[in-house]
């Protein structure tokens, strides 16, 4: 069957600083922009919601928004469009005096380039999966203790480990943006902005309860901690292993990515009607400004694929591109 057609939106590049050459997609992959996801399986929604997988090596861009109008319209020759996934199966994030792990993450976004710049298009949905994690300690660790009448209600009443379980979720809180290419092929400069939301799930917070927004957005500009390892793969259309395939993966992997620059916004929807939005503040020290919180990404994972040498496939290089990924579905 056929996975379901993503889409985006995203600014088309400004004007072409150079030809593109065989080596715009090695170049590319060198790009290590995450927040993470786990390395699962390649899974695509198709017609009817049945879900199915990638063959071979196209199995990572399972959410790769190959069908955006802007995709589709690279020409190979002045615009390429690439695929890109980016993992990591755990880390921690630190807002205030308050460090949680955070669990396996997804990034998947489309990549319109011309040799020096990069815009990313986000698939249909979500360019960032997170899988939901406990809080340590719950609502008891993020709340308590507390010195003020009604955070103490509070306590005592998650003193029952129904009502103390919290859950984080990370979920996107807008288009990922600022993609740099020179950053990836540095150590500690910031490879792209992700605009990000947290959720905590708990009975007596509600499930509305959330720190950032999509108007107020967690910023994270992760960074290469150290220079990963690379390998290029050569494969065929169909994903299968090809020495000299027209298609090319290059995957960066071992490297942490970290970043301590970002703000964390107050939060909100926090109980009724989010009258514990101020308990919420008060406990975690929100707003936290920069300096006082810190994201770290163990061992990050960044697969970038595409056409070997695009421009020999102009001009037709995002059609052809969009019509292999379907191929693919199995």
Not at 44 to 69: I, K, N, Q, Y
Not at 96 to 117: E, R, S
């Amino acid at each position: 069957m056929r996975p379901r057609r993503t889409g985006g939106s995203a600014r088309r590049p400004g004007p072409r600083r150079g030809a593109l050459v065989g080596g715009v997609l090695a170049a590319a992959a060198l790009v290590t922009a995450t927040i993470t996801s786990p390395a699962t399986a390649a899974e695509a929604d198709v017609a009817g919601g049945v879900e199915s997988t990638l063959a071979g090596h196209w199995a990572p861009f399972d959410r790769c928004p190959v069908d955006a109008p802007e995709m589709l319209a690279a020409d190979g020759a002045e615009l390429a469009a690439l695929c890109l996934a980016s993992s990591s199966a755990s880390g921690t994030m630190t807002i205030g005096k308050k460090t949680v792990p955070t669990a396996g993450t997804d990034l998947q976004i489309g990549l319109l380039g011309d040799g020096n710049d990069y815009t990313s298009v986000s698939p249909e949905g979500a360019g960032i999966r997170a899988e939901p994690v406990v809080v340590p300690g719950g609502l008891l660790n993020l709340m308590c203790p507390s010195d003020i009448p009604v955070l103490t209600t509070l306590c005592e009443k998650a003193a029952d480990s129904r009502l103390n379980r919290v859950v984080a979720t990370v979920e996107p809180a807008g288009t990922p943006t600022d993609f740099s290419l020179t950053a990836g092929l540095s150590v500690g400069q910031p490879i792209i902005t992700l605009p990000v939301k947290i959720r905590l799930d708990n009975i007596l917070l509600g499930g509305n309860c959330y720190i950032g927004s999509d108007e107020d957005p967690i910023l994270l500009r992760p960074r290469n901690t150290a220079q990963p390892t690379l390998e290029l793969v050569r494969y065929a259309p169909d994903g299968t292993d090809q020495v000299d395939g027209v298609m090319s993966n290059i995957v960066l992997s071992g490297a942490d990515q970290a970043d301590d620059s970002f703000s964390v916004p107050k939060a909100n929807g926090c109980g009724l009607f989010g009258a514990l939005d101020w308990a919420v503040n008060a406990q975690l020290g929100l707003p936290s400004p920069e300096g006082a919180n810190s994201l770290v990404l163990d061992s990050a994972s960044t697969v970038t694929g595409g056409f070997y040498n695009p421009a020999a496939h102009a001009p037709d290089q995002g059609r052809l591109l969009s019509d292999y990924w379907h191929a693919a579905a199995r």
